[in-house]
């Protein structure tokens, strides 16, 4: 029987992700249904889905923290910085402490291949790619400071970090020396900040 108050708030959470993350990982995405899921957490289906609207939320649960991540750069950058830079701080602070939505950190390549073997995640994260580049273009247009063109530079910097995500996530997967890859990785994102810089930056 599901435990007295299984519906409660962040610690209930944290328990069904450390549980779902768990038996995925293991097991694979595919082969785990929410229903094991909630039984190994102690709570109930409905509880889950209380929770995570989507089996693939799960797993793939920090979205709604890259979206945090886009506002607060475009919302919260230091008066004379523009957007352009302020995304790239926030790229290359994720990189350098190893976050989970900067490809590189220590827990990346069971998540990479998990997400590989799954078509329902590998969708689930092209929809969450499109959301992102809705958010970020909708605040773009709304910040009266911004000079650019919204779309092009949300379209280009959400595919070119998806880019430089998935490109990292195909070499990890193909063991090729961490290291290596994670140089590579920063560089790549030094390139891709040049040429939007170059391309669809504000104007000189």
Request: charged share 30%; hydrophobic share 45%; glycine share 6%.
């Amino acid at each position: 029987m599901p435990r007295t108050g299984e519906r409660g708030g962040p610690r209930t959470r944290a328990r069904i992700l450390e549980v779902a993350n768990r038996l995925f990982l293991e097991h694979g995405y595919e082969a785990v249904t929410v229903a094991e899921v909630a039984r190994e957490a102690g709570v109930s289906s409905v509880t889950v889905f209380n929770h995570f609207p989507r089996k693939e939320d799960l797993f793939m649960d920090r979205a709604a923290d890259a979206v945090d991540l886009l506002r607060s750069a475009v919302r919260d950058r230091a008066p004379g910085v523009d957007a352009l830079t302020s995304l790239r701080d926030t790229s290359f602070r994720l990189f350098d402490a190893r976050h989970p939505l900067s490809g590189v950190a220590d827990r990346s390549v069971p998540f990479f291949r998990t997400v590989a073997e799954s078509p329902a995640l590998v969708a689930r994260a092209r929809v969450i790619v499109s959301e992102l580049q809705g958010t970020l273009t909708e605040e773009l247009d709304r910040d009266p400071t911004f000079e650019g063109d919204a779309t092009l530079l949300a379209a280009f910097f959400i595919a070119g970090y998806s880019a430089v995500m998935v490109e990292t996530a195909r070499r990890l997967i193909a063991d090729e020396p961490t290291r290596t890859v994670v140089k590579d990785h920063r560089v790549r994102l030094e390139r891709l900040f040049t040429a939007l810089r170059n391309g669809v930056g504000p104007e000189s």
